[in-house]
């Protein structure tokens, strides 16, 4: 599997380490999961990624969760259950990283495709935001 270019706003599948498995000891994710490039900074060819999942936020936590709509995740190669960008923590990580994983329905790829310009730009004002109210938890990994 060829790691792709680390454009921001690509989608990725990648071994997510959330920050309660840190906090219990994990080094790796229990499950891999789509991820999007938040942040690629080429000097030091570090990638920031945020998780994808099927979990609504919690009651009182909507502004930490963004809805992806339900024709991108259909258009990027995403399943048809409701699918969430968790902004509220991210992974930092050298790329290529190990943590990079194969797309179960295609072994040869690890990138789904590119989230349009208009719903990045959500997500990147919405976690700038959040970096300014000291509410984003960023977990280094080697």
């Not at 259909?74 to 194969?102: K, M, V, Y």
Request: hydrophobic content about 35%; proline content about 8%.
């Amino acid at each position: 599997m060829k790691a792709p270019a680390p454009v921001q706003g690509l989608v990725i599948r990648y071994n997510y380490l959330w920050l309660e498995e840190v906090r219990s000891g994990l080094t790796e994710g229990v499950k891999d999961r789509p991820c999007a490039i938040v942040i690629y900074v080429s000097r030091t060819g570090r990638a920031s990624v945020v998780p994808i999942t099927h979990s609504p936020p919690d009651f009182g936590q909507e502004d930490l969760s963004l809805e992806i709509p339900a024709a991108l995740c259909a258009s990027i190669g995403l399943d048809q259950q409701t699918n969430w960008i968790r902004l509220d923590e991210l992974n930092s990580f050298d790329w290529p990283s190990e943590f990079l994983r194969p797309r179960p329905d295609n072994p040869e790829r690890c990138d789904y495709g590119m989230i349009p310009k208009e719903f990045y730009e959500q997500i990147r004002d919405r976690l700038v935001r959040l970096a300014e109210a000291r509410r984003i938890a960023r977990i280094n990994r080697a």
